[in-house]
């Protein structure tokens, strides 16, 4: 994996928290917690007292499950379970006050309560944690610490963090740089789905670094990200069937990848897609149209 991906890697998987990132919607509510409450029909008596009770409530504010979605209601119960010692509420907490739902957008805030849920050995607290220290997101810039706290995440089977790890050790970050390490970290991500994992587990089979050299399992793990949609996934694929590596040549199938990584914005996919069709009949280049045309369509379906 070059740099340039691995820190679109890190992008991509910024602050997100299990069963958080996708449950605040756009709005954000700024009337006050207790008029809300009153509008939600909630009163003291009837809120759980519980930390799990007020964490579990906060959900269905935050989703919007069974209940008028609200933000600042939702944003109100986590604080109640946080401030109890609850670990996903406080996670949950950090990551209203990251985005500025419900609550006044503060990384200083964000930062303590995500720090709390990470003390706690909350896994996407700590996945979040470590990415702050990777980018100097509202802490000093630290590798190091990065290191340290994508790997507590990491060995409770978080794999996000499990392929930044992985990162990490391929680019010598906060650790020495290890091959090896980097694929067993990658292949875990890999095998509970995470295509950027695959990806890159595919690319080190694929070079013989930190393993031996293996197109056929190369293959396997570019196609499993491909069919996913990552678009890195997506060249090296059709690279292989355009080299014939580990597979039977194929330049309508080598067209077909290409075509769905310059679909995605790839723009070494469209020179190298150029390049293809040069070699192409034009029949060819209509049936690998077509192919990619019935991916992309069926794929937007789901």
Not at 16 to 21: N, Q, R
Not at 76 to 84: S, V
Request: aromatic residues 8%.
């Amino acid at each position: 994996m070059n740099f340039a991906v691995l820190l679109q890697v890190f992008a991509l998987l910024a602050l997100s928290t299990p069963a958080v990132s996708s449950l605040w919607s756009a709005r954000h509510v700024s009337d006050s917690a207790a008029q809300q409450t009153k509008d939600q029909g909630i009163t003291d008596k009837d809120e759980p007292k519980d930390a799990e009770g007020q964490y579990q409530l906060g959900l269905k504010y935050a989703r919007g499950t069974g209940v008028t979605r609200d933000d600042a209601l939702a944003a109100r119960l986590f604080r109640r379970a946080a401030e109890q010692g609850n670990a996903e509420a406080q996670a949950a907490l950090g990551f209203a006050y990251h985005l500025g739902r419900g609550v006044p957008q503060s990384d200083t805030e964000a930062l303590k309560w995500l720090r709390k849920a990470a003390e706690q050995g909350q896994s996407g607290a700590q996945y979040n944690l470590g990415f702050a220290y990777f980018t100097g997101g509202g802490v000093p810039q630290n590798d190091t610490e990065a290191v340290t706290w994508f790997r507590k995440a990491a060995e409770q089977g978080f794999a996000p963090a499990q392929n930044n790890l992985g990162a990490m050790y391929t680019r010598g970050r906060g650790v020495a740089q290890d091959f090896a390490q980097a694929v067993e970290w990658y292949r875990k991500a890999a095998e509970q789905g995470q295509p950027d994992a695959q990806t890159s587990l595919g690319e080190l089979c694929a070079n013989g670094d930190g393993t031996p050299k293996d197109d056929a399992e190369a293959i396997k793990w570019f196609r499993k990200a491909a069919e996913q949609g990552d678009p890195t996934a997506q060249i090296d694929l059709g690279r292989m069937y355009e080299a014939g590596r580990g597979i039977s040549r194929d330049t309508v199938k080598a067209y077909v990848w290409f075509s769905l990584s310059a679909a995605a914005g790839n723009d070494e996919a469209r020179s190298r897609l150029s390049d293809l069709a040069k070699r192409m009949t034009s029949a060819q280049i209509a049936e690998g149209k077509g192919r990619a045309d019935a991916w992309l369509a069926q794929h937007q379906r789901r």
